[in-house]
């Protein structure tokens, strides 16, 4: 018998001891995601990145886990849509569903940590547990995860400030979660300090058409798939994926052996995606 296992880390190591090491294990899936300097696209930027982070209510190993977005953003209102984006996903248009892995007690336990443990840190968003009446009306079982779409604002500055700080930060939680932080053009070498020192290397994304950026950020990071330009995002099949013979899905790759080595035993991928983004192009309905 053989065991290959995508997503959690913590369900990846409980297979690897029940399975006495006999299984395959894909990289967990702390993702980061960085904005450039340079403010363009607004609208889609920000609907890729609560796809990214909500989709599938979190549960991919491509999930965004964190986002570093330049002040220039931040200034520019990205908050305030991502905030509009998140509030929209409801249960009645299965946009949120049950998170297997994670309950809502570990949740609110992990957003309760962070909130008291790092100065600074606050609720953008969410952060709640997913009331029968809020969204949509649910039986979701104890034993499952159900939650509000949640990001946790923590200072750059603070996340490094101790190994403490920095575990919470970086703790993968599989569901509808993730870290939003800023920094300044001179904090760029903080935010390099801080992916360095994170232990997943899965997918990444480079938000920038600004070449300098992204080449200074490719040239300074190891994920193993990262999308740059201003369309870049960490979810999605990656272009180097082996779909079958000269990428004829009906080969039947997806899932082999073979597509296993090829792809996430391959060497690094970067996936350039810079725009432009379609003329006219609106924000299409949460998945």
Known sequence: MECRCWGSSRVAERLVNLLHGKVKIEDAGFDWKVLGPDVADEDYVAWQCDQDAYAYSGQ?????????????????????????????????????GPVLSVTTPRFESHVESILTTIPGAKVMW?????EKAAMAPHAIPECYGAWEPTAIYVPLA????????????????????????????????????????????????????????????????????????????????????????????????????????????????????QGPVPEGWKTPEAT
């Open 60 to 96: 991919k190993c491509s999930a965004q886990s964190i986002l570093f977005a330049h002040e220039n953003w931040h200034v520019a209102g990205l908050p305030d849509k991502l905030r509009q984006l998140a509030l929209r996903r409801s249960l009645k248009d299965f946009t949120l």
């Open 126 to 130: 969410g952060g709640k547990r997913l």
């Open 158 to 273: 603070e996340m490094l400030a101790s190994e403490e700080a920095f575990a919470l930060t970086t703790t993968e939680i599989f569901g509808p979660f993730y870290i939003y932080t800023t920094y300044k053009q001179e904090e760029l070498p903080l935010v390099l300090q801080a992916l360095e020192r994170m232990e997943n290397h899965l997918t990444a994304a480079v938000v920038s058409n600004d070449v300098l950026f992204v080449q200074s950020m490719v040239g300074s990071t190891v994920n193993g798939t990262t999308y740059v330009g201003r369309r870049a995002r960490t979810t999605g099949a990656p272009q180097n994926h082996w779909f079958g013979p000269s990428g004829d899905p009906r080969g039947a790759g997806i899932g082999t052996p073979e597509a296993i080595k090829a792809v996430w035993s391959a060497h690094r991928e970067v996936v350039t995606d």
